[in-house]
């Protein structure tokens, strides 16, 4: 069963930082792509960064160079760094993964799609100005 758990949200003030982890299990994660996404209250989800399984990313433009997706196969753990933090970065985190050759639902992050069908729960963040 595949599990992704979420953790590293918080509040902070504009142009702080955060760390959100997101710790994978259940499947073989080196083969999957994996990616961060978000949502605010009353706005669609969006793809804000994601890694193949080859270290190539995409990121959404509105946190391109203050955002940097990673992730450590042998700890199973994807994370995203998050530097100068602004108030409109505020929103759900969501974690997913999916393999594109058995997955049929495909979202947008940056100028690429991504197949995603796992998703955890969620952590959040919340900027202050």
């Known amino acids: 069963q595949v599990q992704l758990v979420e953790s590293g949200g918080g509040s902070v003030q504009a142009g702080g930082s955060l760390r959100l982890s997101c710790a994978a299990s259940?499947?073989?994660?080196?083969?999957?792509?994996m990616g961060w996404f978000r949502q605010a209250p009353g706005k669609e989800r969006e793809g804000v960064a994601a890694i193949d399984s080859d270290g190539s990313t995409s990121y959404v433009d509105s946190v391109k160079g203050r955002f940097t997706i990673s992730k450590d196969n042998a700890k199973n753990t994807l994370y995203l760094q998050m530097n100068s933090l602004k108030p409109e970065d505020t929103a759900m985190y969501y974690c997913?993964?999916?393999?594109?050759?058995?997955?049929?639902?495909?979202?947008?992050?940056?100028?690429?799609?991504?197949?995603?069908?796992?998703w955890g729960k969620g952590t959040l963040v919340t900027i202050s100005s």
């Open positions: 997913a993964a999916g393999r594109g050759a058995d997955s049929a639902n495909w979202y947008k992050v940056g100028a690429s799609y991504y197949a995603m069908d796992y």
């Open positions: 259940g499947y073989t994660y080196s083969d999957y792509s």
